[in-house]
């Protein structure tokens, strides 16, 4: 079958079956049970209630064409460049799937495959209709594109799809009117903990269009991390930040990644020195001792940061945000008080002394259950939320008009009525108690006695001076 014929088979689907009047559908939402309800389409009577138009293209029966050739624009502007001079460029093409030929001019370039064929770039076509020896591709360059033709010994010469891997100008332009094509590409986050929460949130930003990341994490990919973790079992072994700098380039090849392997309550100048630098920082560590840390250095380099994570066994989770002059980190859940975070690796639990060091290897690791990577997923998902309204802040775009709702500094969500949630109401209850898979700000205020932010000292007397002089003190209730 043709591809015009499967495409035509795809339109009599939608246009006979999906798209008819009869079968298109409303969803009204009713305010008494707070539910949609789905309705025919024209049977409502717009008593005031809001109507949502469902998707009538959802299954677009989109046909990839076999044997495709994907070449990099720049490395094609390269081409051109060089064969002012010479008659032929010589390159190489990886072949995966035994369908699809990415290619590249250097063999570090190369990430799937060992199959390889040699490939010429010429501005002669004579080239690309001469017998050959072995296996090769030949790609004619033109002035404004190229055709690229697979030549086997013997046989007839077979022309192959081109396709493009834009420019560094062009990558992002499929996110136009959501993100302005290139809104992000200056700004650089620093990445802390790249573990379930650091490593999505990472990649989500890159796909965004963050153009410049640093990613800090000592930790390598170990078996138990892989449920949760964008790694791959390929991965086991590696550094964490070598694994995420591969995934952040996959989605933007010319991103910038710097990478600290390092622990950050080890290298504080380090870290002070990072978030400086940093337009955003997202805090995605499993420990408090880290958590304050950062918080010291948000607040004294004055930079936002977004802090997230689950906790026990990711029943729920929670996301913070500070931004400078609000209250911080500290204020938040107190100085020293370690909550019931979510364990997800005894070896570091036991460093900090949320396992204690009598507890036992078999309790211990009874200790570490982890939630499944779905659990983790909405935290991670609002952070990224929150990291794209405070890099964009000035910057016309989709996502600013959520700067009206996300209006709280911290988050709280559920995942499972147990334990912590146990008392709250089954999702489809109405009434006055909270339920879970929904998010609820909080409101917070600055702690007056903050050691972090409010410029306060408490003396062991329990009397509270000011940190430097009289005229400082700022009692902030906001
Ligand atoms: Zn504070």
Same mark, same amino acid.
């Given at each position: 079958m043709t591809n015009a014929e499967l495409n035509r088979m795809a339109e009599d689907v939608r246009d006979e079956g999906l798209n008819q009047g009869s079968s298109m559908k409303d969803l009204v939402f009713d305010p008494v049970t707070g539910d949609f309800r789905q309705v025919p389409r024209g049977s409502h009577r717009g008593d005031g209630d809001v109507v949502t138009e469902m998707t /009538? &293209?959802?299954?677009? #029966?989109e046909h990839t064409t076999l044997e495709m050739v994907y070449l990099g624009e720049e490395d094609l502007i390269n081409v051109r460049q060089k064969l002012l001079t010479e008659d032929k460029v010589k390159a190489f093409a990886e072949m995966i799937d035994n369908e699809v030929y990415h290619v590249h001019l250097? !063999? &570090?370039? *190369?990430? $799937?495959?060992?199959d390889r064929i040699p490939v010429v770039f010429t501005k002669d076509e004579r080239v690309a209709m001469s017998p050959v020896d072995e296996d090769m591709m030949c790609i004619v360059v033109r002035d404004e594109d190229a055709d690229a033709f697979n030549l086997v010994k013997d046989q007839k010469r077979r022309r192959l799809k081109v396709d493009y891997i834009p420019s560094r100008e062009n990558i992002f332009s499929r996110t136009k009117g959501i993100l302005? %094509?290139?809104? !992000? &590409? /200056?700004k650089r986050v620093l990445v802390i903990g790249l573990g379930s929460f650091g490593s999505q949130i990472a990649i989500e930003l890159a796909k965004a269009g963050v153009g410049n990341f640093a990613l800090m994490d000592f930790d390598r990919v170990e078996l138990h991390n892989l449920s949760r973790h964008t790694a791959t079992v390929r991965d086991l072994g590696r550094l964490k930040t070598n694994v995420i700098e591969e995934a952040i380039l996959g989605k933007n090849p010319y991103a910038s990644v710097d990478k600290f392997p390092v622990d950050i309550n080890k290298d504080l100048e380090l870290l002070y020195e990072e978030v400086g630098k940093a337009d955003l920082v997202i805090c995605a560590t499993d420990n408090n001792t880290s958590r304050f840390n950062l918080s010291k250095a948000l607040v004294e380099k004055e930079k936002v940061g977004i802090f997230g994570r689950a906790i026990t066994r990711a029943e729920g989770g929670d996301v913070f945000r500070y931004r400078p002059g609000g209250p911080c980190y500290c204020c938040l859940i107190g100085e020293g008080n370690l909550q019931q975070e979510e364990i997800t690796n005894v070896d570091s639990a036991r460093r900090d002394g949320r =396992? #204690?060091? $009598? %507890?036992s290897p078999e309790d211990a690791d009874a200790m570490v259950q982890v939630g499944l990577s779905s659990d983790i997923e909405p935290i991670c998902n609002l952070m990224v939320k929150l990291s794209l309204v405070e890099l964009s802040r000035g910057i016309e775009s989709? =996502?600013?008009? !959520?700067e009206q709702e996300l209006v709280y500094d911290f988050y709280m969500w559920a995942n499972r009525r147990e334990r912590h949630y146990g008392n709250w109401k089954p999702m489809p209850e109405p009434g006055n108690l909270p339920t879970i898979l929904r998010w609820y700000g909080v409101k917070t205020a600055k702690e007056n006695n903050c050691p972090i932010c409010s410029g306060h000292v408490v003396l062991d007397e329990g009397e509270d001076l000011p *940190?430097?002089?009289?005229?400082?003190i700022s009692i902030d209730l906001s």
């Open positions: /009538n &293209k959802g299954f677009a #029966a250097t !063999l &570090k370039k *190369a990430r $799937y495959s060992t302005e %094509v290139g809104a !992000l &590409k /200056n =396992i #204690a060091a $009598y %507890v989709g =996502i600013s008009s !959520l *940190a430097s002089s009289m005229e400082d």
